[in-house]
């Protein structure tokens, strides 16, 4: 007899691709009912595409289908399924996504038997106080809506925006419940719903607790929660703690259904699970795929599959900052990859063109692309210029062999040359306007990246469903270190949130862990980051990274301390940063570099705000999908005077004193 | 005697630059006593510094210093105004601008006398549960924090974020009550906590109000509401309408202290004022412009400064589309210019460079720049192509020379030429990769936009606190009628949220009302417009914009309908536009407007999640300070479909139907 999974693969499968006749289904169907045992429910981990809500509807109903050919108890679908998620200001721009998800509801609810289809929706609030719509899940049974249940806890911080849209309802704890087969009785939380315990959370953001309401007031036999929960660092020990914590507290199992795929920004790695009244994990779903997931709470039958490698081993929160990378970096070339397959897909785009310069961000961008949208999809382009050395050349050319990419060399000398000539000209008459002139610019530095940007949107406007990339990586974006409409310009920027100490490990990584070994030249790992767009005076040779800002390993620290544990410039003086106990580094150079680091990241909030989109991968990122901030920061005080100095800053005025 | 609104316009000037000694103040507070009447308070109309706390203090203090020379009862600053506002995720992320904000006030506090501050910041929660800060008030007097005031109303809509930071407090009516000198009790509310009236709003967003609860339980003589309120489009006219209603409903006056000034997307335009219980408007401080402005409320003492010319006409809300700007035009140049200055001032920016094409957009760009830096501190680049045409590089010089901006040509045909050479051999050698070229590409169009764009971040580079300018207008941003690293491309987008046709009408009143009239060209106001990238092969002239769109009277009422009345496609279709009032339209070409809008648009999204800053201006905006859109919306279903066409859609399964 072939396995439950199995069966559930070619379920899936069908779901996609409509591989099966009816009849082939209906036997499937009748081969399954053996396995499948009273209590059964399917974790429908799926992927909508937001405003799509037709699409949304017609998958929801393959699903239901098949469900119900099953015979199991109920279809579990994410938290606001039928609009898709992230879905943002369109409902309120763009109502008309709400009433057709209202229609499709009804629709789908005609269509439902015996089998409860739990799906999260927007609904309508009627009342003529309070925010628009609620966020809700519906039950559907026997051809009708049976049951609405409100989301309580509407999170408002980092990615979420619930309460800008959202009114909150009351808990309700017996609306919450519903009766599935053989007398077990389920209650209903959504997401954040179930994020507030007490005793688990050191700080509370909420007064309520649905979970203790409906456990104390219903005693349900199992919780189901629909989430839409995005996976970034140090989220899936939080959420394996927190949820086999509170499962275990109230001797309640936790079925927890998550959607999977990707946003722009927001990335859902599905990994749907159960867990049992002692907190134990009993079954859970593939990450980064959709899974038509069958499990049985009560009987505590279910498949665990593994999660990305190095999870499991840190279930425990990171509160230092470390330069051991490894248990992060399945989960994020996994993260990353689907969010530009999806970023691809959801937009309507296939192919990928970014620029090859030899050094890491663009190497790691284009193994990551080739991965993603398949080798043939993506074109490396080398746009030498006088400065870039033979071995980055050769190291370009060596990486796109390697990985089976197209490629071609565009040498850029004669752009620089035509622009620079016209420069020089025009640059004596305006400073003979102004005569403010820099004396060191980055004028030619940034001629040169911009004549790549050039060459690389050219390519996406001349070939269809082609987009450019945006090779930035997060410690560079934090110092502003990227041109404006060079190497910060493109489609998407896959590791706009990846520092590069772990750049440098994602790498190795992939050398390492790809079917494909060591497509990355090692020279590329082995040498130190730098643009090749200016000379060194003092070495004579290509200005390095470092030499421009400071080394990798503080920066990275001072970044992991200002997202994680948000520290002033004072805390961080006081602290022992970690390359600190490498290296000897004065006082004086230390404040040095944080005080670069404070000055420019202020003046690099502009770039940050006309960055394409990007992937989320870190525990806190500076994307726009979670960060709203200001670009008139260029005043802000990171360093704390003391009162006393305060005091003495507000001069008195002698003739009132008197 | 002088009168007190010059004496306030000295005292101003001595704020901002130290004019007068000590003896000269005390000489001048001595004269101005006798103007300052028993119950005479000062608004604060001040504008803060987003994240420069001590600076924003140090300000707060000199006004405090005056208000206590002249012995008012009190001196009222806007909500917010110790971090400034707009302060984002900053508190969040520093949490040491709070920390700061905290040790300010108290230091401020000490230097308190028997005149009272009334002034906003940033509270810390003590509480383990809730939200980590409060948006509060707090009243200094006699050396110490006398009174926190705690905003209970929250907004989180559109470009408010307030629930995302704060903890929504209880009304606590008595807590909110001040005593002024000779027995006058005032009420202090926070921004929204004014806003929830149930006569006034058809719809109210909030549960409570804490006006009409601190007005029944405390029957203070006058409301103080502490405000950041931006202006838009038809916000006056509400803002007006509500707080008359609300003084006259409750037979209570309402001082009203709003902040000036502009964050680099929210413009305050001031006009705090002073409204009796009977609704009457008794006094009203200037707008765009720090003022500050003594008042008495109880004695009805006040000056009433007019507001832009056309607003005081249309108070009352506009229900439907029109080509008649008029009223909104002064306050359009308005807001647009002071919020140029202030974006330059705050991020550390003098000059400006822009391209100079002889058409409208960049034009309207070189004027108002012209008027917010000064002409000497902007540059205009005329950069002709071959399709450039004469008329156009004309308009071009005699604007600068009209405006007495700096100005330079630089032909870019050379620069054209050399990228082009370069792409007839690329593109053949990926068309046999790919083999998906278009057959009419943007190609051409857009090297010319980007070349342009490379020459003016060329000169930003070269030049100290230069910045490139974005000429792109919001009808063509709608339209994705922009190119990326071209004229989309800079560090400030003036007319961003200005659409065609009104821009058109800003031409013309800004001809007729500055004071060097007629600077714009009659032919650049009166030519149809056109980006002059490309030539209409039909016509064998350069491409006109509304011959790749569609007529920009059509287009601005589709954009028009979109903000202000959410409407679907469907409901357009079936509701007459004014362009149909004039011209015939058949039912099929309407729908294909509307169509290619509508796809347009959807396909947009990524360009406006690059738009640099822009000020908003309209009541609504598809700036990423007011909108929080995916850009994955390829898919949205902007049309409606019956409920019998779902059904239908949901093919049942014939096997278990039987």
Redesign the interface.
Known sequence: MIRIEEICSIIKDDIDNNRLS??E??ELAKELNGLISEGSIVLAQANP???????N??KA?EWM?WA??LKVEAVIFPEMFLVGY?????I??????V??NI??L???A??S?NVKVVIGFVEKNPS????NYYNSVAVLANGKVERIVRKNLLP??AEF?D??HFEPADIDSENRIIELGFSQKAGIVVCEDGWNDEDFF??????TDPVKTVVDEQSPDYLINCSSSITRAKKEQLKHNMLSFVAKKYKTPIVYVNQVGS??CLSFEGASRVYDENGELIARAKSYEEQFFIVNPMKKQGVVYPLPDGLEKTLTEQKAFSLDHEPDLERTYLTITQSIR??FR???FK?AVLGLSGGLDSTVCAVLLADALGAENV?GVSMPSRITSLESKNDAKKLAMNLGI?F?E?PIG??FE??RS??DR??S???S??N???KE???ND??QA??R???L???A??????LPIATSDKSELYMGYAT??GDM?G?YAPIADVCKTKLFALAKWMNKNRTKKNAIPQSVIEKRPGAELAINPKTNKPLLAEEALMPYEFLDEVIWR??NL?Q???DMIDEEFLYEKREVVSKEQKREWLKKFFKRMS?SH?KW?????SPIVDARSIN?AE???????????????S?EQ??S??A?????VS
Chains 1, 2 share one sequence.
């Open positions: 009816l009849s289904k209906s595409l937001s405003g799509d809500v037709k699409g509807a017609m109903f289908k119900q050919r992230p879905i943002g200001d369109f309120d721009r763009y109502p008309v996504i009433e057709e229609e499709w009804n629709a789908l005609q269509k038997r003529k106080t309070g925010k408002n911080y925006n309460y800008r050191e700080k509370n953001l909420y007064l946003g722009e999806e970023y959801k937009c309507g192919r074109l197209k071609r565009i004669d752009m035509v622009v016209k420069f025009l640059f008459e305006i400073e306007d102004w403010v002139r820099y610019s980055f004028t940034n001629i911009r004549s940007g050039m060459i949107w050219g390519i406007n001349e070939f269809q469903s082609c404006i409409n310009s489609g200002v997202e948000q002033s410039m004072g003046t502009y705000s006309i960055m394409p989109p726009k960060y709203r901030h200001p670009i008139i920061a260029s005043k802000i005080n990171y360093e704390k005077t009162f305060k005091l800053e507000l008195d005025d002698p003739v009132f």
